[in-house]
């Protein structure tokens, strides 16, 4: 049996389906990642087929069948196409990064509003915020990271229980998190932090403003590529990253 739902969703992907339709991948609000069929859209008189790119945020109406794997996507409303994200390179940049990130990283069907209102708020600040795109990715990918189950704890070291004095040597073991002074010594590291490192993590971690040299937000951001990679073995790097680099 169907039943019709109405939900926010931010389109995730699209392709062409057969001569007129597009099937497109979208993560709801009420239902997490879900494929859809648009019928028609490919018409040059489609509304449908203007509205469901990438990245827009909108709010869809669709029937729903537990057997089906594409669901029918009836109706659609633009609620946001971020027109400020989508002319600048580096937030069109770190916006394809977040939607990969959730393309390939999240469960099908497996609803988490919080993540989707993560992920519409991101894309919002991308449009309209001052704040450098990949201090703002940062912010969003260690989000996403507890989301997944995988959160980094920067307060206390994770063998003694000690609190972290970046200054004295602070370092990062993968498999058990992150390390003082004393402990590094006597643990195999993983990554070994400078205290610029260690601190604008933090600042990500703690939401505090932050002004920094580019090199530092792109080290971070490798660094949580590699904590990731250690935890998904499957997951090999955001691609769409390195393409537009």
Known sequence: MSEIIKTEAVVLSKLNYGDTSYIISLYTKELGKISAIVKGARSPKSKLGLITDPVNHLQVVLYKKDTRELQIISSADLLSNFTELKSDFDKLKYSQAIIELVKKLTAEHETNSRLFHGIVRILELLNSSDEKPNILFG?????????????????????????????????????????????????????IFTPELFNYLYCLKSRKKIEVKENLADKAISFLENYLRYHVPDFKGIQSLQIYN
Do not use: M, Q, W
């Open 139 to 191: 912010r969003f990918f260690l989000f996403f990271i507890e989301e997944l189950g995988y959160e980094i704890s920067l307060e206390r070291c994770s063998i003694c229980g000690r609190s972290i004095e970046p200054d004295a040597g602070v370092s990062f073991n993968f498999g058990t998190g992150i390390l003082c002074h004393v402990c590094r010594k006597e643990k195999a590291e993983s990554y």
